[in-house]
């Protein structure tokens, strides 16, 4: 299991995620949380590549301010709706017209993990398909109002006031909340 792969190894979780935290918490994975200073650029349109790209970049960064005995994780999570990726919402009107397009629709949340430790870089991603019901314009309004979309990729979370809009999941959950376990373990396997 994951806490047992990871014990006595000292843990960086490059995030500033609360709910990447919080999923280390339920976990029992004791991290020391320092979030990276990257840009987040949109280099490509292809959304595994991406996510990858910016969590290995994250991990790099944070990994040369520590020795390479520590265990330094780094993560990316997007939307990706027909063709285009939707990353954090700026204002509560790139909310909505991101609410809009998910509205009586599926998506993709891509998320990419990479892990930095002695020296080498290891990534993975996954990819989890969601189907929205119908959001009506008030149902949109009134959910900008409760501030959650501000700091989630495609301005909804799963984990939150956001999971009354979803009708249907194909994949991970704790994907779409912003770190699938599942391939996180099975690339600790591999490396330790």
């Known amino acids: 299991m994951i806490h047992s792969l990871l014990k006595n190894k000292k843990i960086i979780l490059a995030s500033a995620s609360p709910r990447r935290r919080e999923i280390f918490n339920l976990l029992g994975i004791k991290a020391l949380q320092e979030p990276a200073a990257i840009a987040e650029t949109i280099f490509t349109q292809n959304p595994r590549k991406l996510v990858k790209t910016h969590a290995r970049n994250k991990a790099k960064e944070v990994a040369r301010k520590y020795g390479s005995e520590c265990l330094v994780v780094g993560s990316d999570t997007i939307v990706y709706h027909r063709g285009k990726i939707l990353f954090k919402p700026k204002d509560k009107y790139e909310a909505a017209d991101f609410l809009c397009r998910l509205s009586n629709d599926y998506h993709y949340v891509y998320t990419g993990i990479a892990i930095c430790y002695k020296n080498k870089v290891f990534t993975t991603y996954e990819k989890t398909k969601v189907e929205f019901k119908h959001l009506t314009a ?27 809009f979803i009708r249907k999941l194909n994949g991970c959950y704790f994907n779409v909340m912003g770190f699938p376990i599942t391939k996180f373990y099975e690339l600790l396997k591999e490396i330790l």
Request: hydrophobic letters at 20%; charged letters at 30%; a negative charge.
């Open 138 to 164: 008030e149902e949109i309004e009134e959910y900008i109002k409760t501030g959650e979309p501000m700091d989630k990729a495609g301005a909804y979370g799963i984990q939150g006031y956001g999971s009354q």
